[in-house]
């Protein structure tokens, strides 16, 4: 089992793809996200987004602000902006 994910800012789509894991921090602390997550929305701080894909690559991101939602396997996040 995987998850869908989706990194995207105002002006493009970051990453597209399946990951096993992804990490982020939020206004109510660190998230670590695995296939079967329960339904989850959060406020992202400034700070790195890990996104571990299903090839074991792990790609990191560093993210001013934004939103993560998390339901059925597939992870959205919305940031204003990263690098």
């Known amino acids: 089992m995987s998850l869908n994910v ?27 996200i695995l296939p079967g997550h329960a339904p989850i929305f959060g406020v992202l701080v ?5 996104i571990k894909a299903i090839d074991g690559s792990v790609q990191e991101f ?7 939602s998390v339901s059925n396997n597939r992870v959205s996040i919305l940031t204003e902006s990263a690098g």
């Open 6 to 32: 989706e990194l995207v800012s105002p002006i493009e789509r970051l990453w597209t793809g399946e990951a096993t894991m992804v990490s982020a921090r939020t206004v109510e602390g660190d998230l670590g």
């Open 62 to 68: 560093s993210v001013r602000g934004g939103f993560l």
């Open 46 to 50: 400034d700070g790195q987004v890990s």
